[in-house]
């Protein structure tokens, strides 16, 4: 099955059944008449050149699949955030250009990502694990390169997030709710995404299929589409979040969540289009997250969920 399609299959039924959270079709509605004249005025954010390393060349696509392992799980150090990630990375890489090579995360430690980015991070261990299954998974099938893994592409966006899902465990993100098994491929799909905007849209990030990339349910943009009245959460769910109690990765809220803001994004595309501005779900995405990363204090809390996936 085409893994972006899986995504918006499975997430749609979850919200047919959901009970903890609801989409607002009447705040929909109001926010795409908000956005469509916002839009009108000035464009939409776009993909992050400043904090990010974004040369024309292969070591591009090296870097974004290293920040992209380790694009997960800030909350719990509310003094780093993922911009300070990137830059860090970014900051690595132009000093040392061989530092992402396959061989050399494949044994990667704990002290030389410390080393990399000036302090630990929430789930450390699990981050150096990952970073070496990422160096693992590349010298075993794409010798040893990013730059191949995109190439075995030919293009999609899809296929590439089926490629990435397949050789690398940590980025199969899945769950199971009331029985079935439900898809976002989160940081998969952010990878295809950051190619995207990294190589303004040619070369190793022109991806016929783009559309077909879904939002990133994550943190920040659900916490944004709560702030605007498009996600409804059950009034049990809204004090635990509230109040800053952790919701348990793979617990019915969880799944709800983040497959509410997957659908609440589509539906939110659909109605753009509607009023004449054409924004993918990926650059919606950006323009969200963006707005939440710029408005924070003045949002409501996110839900708190400690994972490897987003």
């Not at 609440?264 to 950006?286: N, T």
Request: proline share 5%; hydrophobic share 45%; net charge negative.
């Amino acid at each position: 099955m085409n893994p972006l399609a899986a995504v918006r299959e499975t997430t749609a039924w979850v919200v047919s059944q959901a009970t903890h959270v609801t989409i607002d079709d009447e705040a929909i509605v109001r926010e795409a008449d908000a956005l469509a004249q916002a839009l009108a005025e000035a464009p939409a954010h776009s993909w992050d050149t400043h904090h990010h390393y974004a040369e024309d060349n292969p070591l591009t696509a090296q870097y974004l699949l290293v920040v992209d392992a380790l694009n997960f799980c800030f909350w719990p150090d509310p003094t780093w955030s993922y911009n300070e990630l990137a830059m860090a990375l970014k900051q690595v890489i132009e000093a040392d250009r061989r530092a992402f090579e396959a061989s050399r995360l494949e044994q990667i430690t704990a002290e030389t990502l410390r080393a990399w980015l000036g302090r630990d991070l929430p789930l450390m261990d699990e981050r150096v694990r990952l970073l070496r299954e990422v160096g693992h998974g590349l010298r075993e099938h794409f010798d040893g390169y990013a730059v191949n893994l995109i190439l075995a592409a030919q293009g999609s966006a899809a296929q590439l997030v089926g490629l990435v899902a397949a050789a690398f465990p940590g980025f199969r993100d899945h769950a199971i709710y009331r029985g079935r098994q439900i898809f976002f491929y989160k940081r998969a799909q952010i990878f295809a995404g950051d190619l995207w905007g990294a190589y303004e849209r040619r070369g190793l990030g022109a991806f016929r299929d783009v559309g077909d990339v879904t939002t990133f349910p994550d943190y920040r943009v659900p916490q944004v589409l709560r702030a605007l009245g498009i996600l409804r959460y059950a009034p049990a769910l809204a004090r635990r979040i509230d109040a800053g109690e952790e919701i348990a990765p793979g617990s019915e809220e969880e799944v709800e969540i983040r497959a509410a803001t997957v659908q609440a994004v589509e539906h939110l595309c659909l109605a753009l289009a509607e009023r004449g501005h054409s924004l993918l779900p990926v650059e919606l995405d950006w323009h969200l997250w963006q707005y939440g990363e710029a408005n924070e204090a003045h949002l409501p809390p996110h839900h708190r969920t400690l994972t490897i996936y987003y």
